[in-house]
Nanobody
Framework: QVQLAESGGGLVQAGGSLRLSCAASGRSIAMGWFRQAPGKEREFVAAIIWIGNSTWYPDSVEGRFTISGDKGKNTVYLQMSSLKPEDTALYYC??????????????????WGQGTQVTVSS
């Protein structure tokens, strides 16, 4: 069982930055961030594998968002820069405990946090 707790969301102006944190209570092999805006499907934002620290991003956030992890604290971060109004969404942290599934898919994750709201004003 892995429990996840996100923090760091808030209101920011376009062009600004925010850092989200996700503290995990148990072991995982990979962590991901997803987001969901009202009326839209959940969207992949970033993922990291603990061994080797390989990372993945979709084109929509590549170069603006950075995922990183602190294995000692069992915490993953999402540094978001050059934020745009279209980045407004509820951001979820997720943990994968069994491998072999593509990290860009929400189906690859076994545990989810409650989400933290990010609102970017224009």
């Amino acid at each position: 069982q892995v429990q996840l707790a996100e923090s760091g969301g808030g209101l920011v102006q376009a062009g600004g930055s925010l850092r989200l944190s996700c503290a995990a209570s148990g072991r995982s092999i990979a962590m991901g961030w997803f987001r969901q805006a009202p009326g839209k499907e959940r969207e992949f934002v970033a993922a990291i594998i603990w061994i080797g620290n390989s990372t993945w991003y979709p084109d929509s956030v590549e170069g603006r968002f950075t995922i990183s992890g602190d294995k000692g604290k069992n915490t993953v971060y999402l540094q978001m820069s050059s934020l745009k109004p279209e980045d407004t969404a509820l951001y979820y942290c997720a943990a994968q405990t069994r491998g072999g599934r593509p990290l860009q898919s929400s189906l690859a994750y076994d545990y989810w946090g409650q989400g933290t709201q990010v609102t970017v004003s224009s």
